[in-house]
């Protein structure tokens, strides 16, 4: 286990009068080790010739969602999964950037305030295997939840998201699984596309109530507001009549949003059509859209192939939801059929950025397979790797952009894809 880390980050400033009735935003970024938050807020004066200078203080996590209000009565205020404040959510502290928010309901003059965030712990992350793309029952599968769970375990799933066809009605199983852990999650089935929704708190509907249709934009925001993440599934694959409503043909781009199923278990036939997601993909990262690639089985029932299906394997502290979204949302993400040991540039991994003034360190761990295809993407290059079970190397910085990324794409002599990578983010410094 490692060692528990600590670190304060203390802000001051002061708000005039004039401030009242307004709000006043402070971003800090969380480290990865956190396990506990503590917050002390304060501010002076309080009151001046009896009149009270009113101010709260609301905390959103690098999520955006909310995490507790510090009001004029809060004496502790501690974010933690164990022993929480009464005003704070009991939750593992997300890393990243959060939001501190001064609301200002009353100032009769000017007011010096004061934060002082505590943060500590000792967290560590593990790739966990997911299934983002699942039907039960309760939709047009055929397992029930608690089937689909025991059979994704089998699989070597850690974790998976029902979304059935418009329907949420299974959600009232997931909290009695004794095999994979399950997540609430939908598939939208509109008419010019489907649309995926990982980690919702409510049914959401594609539909108003006069039945106009809603825009995947203004989907995507509700989507959030909710506290999930939206994306594309199987974009690309033909619609009707052969799969009605499946391809997307709304205006606004499937590389949009949080993420695109970048491949899908498709039969054997039209499984060409996750070389043209993921290349326009590539485009999109190319161009500096930095959406998550993710993995979907579409699964309905058991099949053969379901043994050396990509799974989309996200880094995480704990198998929450909370975590997983995190990890999804910021690209920390590999698709994996078990191949992919491991991927690393100076020691970061997906999602991740590296700064860097040398040459950089690239290592690739693989199951021991003689006949594999390693290829990496960067902005402008592509660069065939020797297959070796440990391969270790470095690249010039000459080979890069100034801001630049590489993925790694693992493919066997019948061009099956066995592993795909999001980007690892490279950030060029100069040299003194």
């Not at 608690?146 to 299974?170: A, Q």
């Not at 997307?248 to 996750?274: A, M, R, T």
Request: aromatic fraction near 12%; hydrophobic fraction near 35%; proline fraction near 4%.
């Amino acid at each position: 286990m490692k060692k528990e880390q600590n670190d304060e980050i203390k802000i001051e400033g002061r708000l005039d009068a004039s401030f009242s009735k307004n709000f006043h935003e402070i971003e800090l970024d969380v480290p990865a080790f956190t396990s506990r938050l503590e917050i002390f807020f304060d501010y002076s004066p309080r009151a001046i010739a009896g009149v009270d200078n009113h101010l709260n203080l609301l905390i959103y996590d690098s999520l955006g969602h909310f995490v507790g209000r510090y009001d004029r009565g809060t004496e502790k205020f501690v974010i933690s999964p164990d022993d929480p404040s009464p005003c704070a959510e009991k939750t593992l502290p997300l890393p990243g950037r959060w939001r501190f928010l001064l609301e200002s309901h009353s100032l009769s003059s000017s007011v010096a305030y004061k934060i002082d965030v505590r943060v500590s712990g000792s967290e560590e992350y593990f790739w966990k295997r997911g299934e983002l793309h699942t039907h039960s029952i309760h939709s047009d599968g055929v397992m029930s939840v608690s089937e689909l769970s025991d059979y994704l375990h089998t699989l070597g799933v850690d974790f998976f998201f029902l979304t059935d066809h418009s329907n949420t009605t299974g959600w009232r199983d997931l909290s009695s699984l004794r095999g994979a852990t399950g997540f609430p999650g939908e598939e939208l089935n509109t008419f010019k596309g489907h649309g995926l929704v990982l980690g919702a708190k409510v049914f959401i509907d594609w539909k108003e109530a006069d039945l106009k249709q809603t825009s995947p934009v203004d989907i995507y925001e509700l989507v959030r507001k909710t506290g999930g993440l939206f994306g594309v599934a199987h974009p690309f694959i033909p619609g009707d009549p052969l799969c009605v409503g499946c391809e997307w043909k709304y205006d606004v781009s499937p590389f949009n949003f949080d993420f695109v199923e970048v491949w899908s278990q498709f039969p054997k036939d039209f499984s060409l059509l996750n070389y043209r997601t993921l290349f326009l993909w590539l485009e999109n990262l190319r161009k500096g859209n930095k959406v998550t690639g993710v993995a979907g089985s579409d699964l309905h029932t058991p099949r053969d192939e379901d043994k050396e299906a990509l799974r989309t394997e996200v880094k995480v502290r704990s198998v929450s939801l909370s975590e997983i979204l995190y990890g999804i949302k910021n690209g920390m993400v590999c698709l994996n059929n078990g191949t992919l040991k491991s991927f690393k540039i100076n020691g970061i991994e997906a999602g991740e950025t590296v700064c860097c003034r040398d040459n950089v360190r690239v290592r690739i761990e693989t199951e021991r397979m003689k006949k594999v295809e390693l290829i990496m993407f960067s902005k402008k290059e592509i660069f065939h790797v020797e297959p070796t079970p440990e391969a270790e190397f470095e690249l010039s910085l000459d080979s890069f952009e100034a801001e630049d990324f590489l993925l790694l794409w693992i493919k066997d002599t019948h061009a099956r894809t066995l592993a795909l990578t999001n980007p690892i983010f490279l950030k060029r410094e100069e040299r003194e």
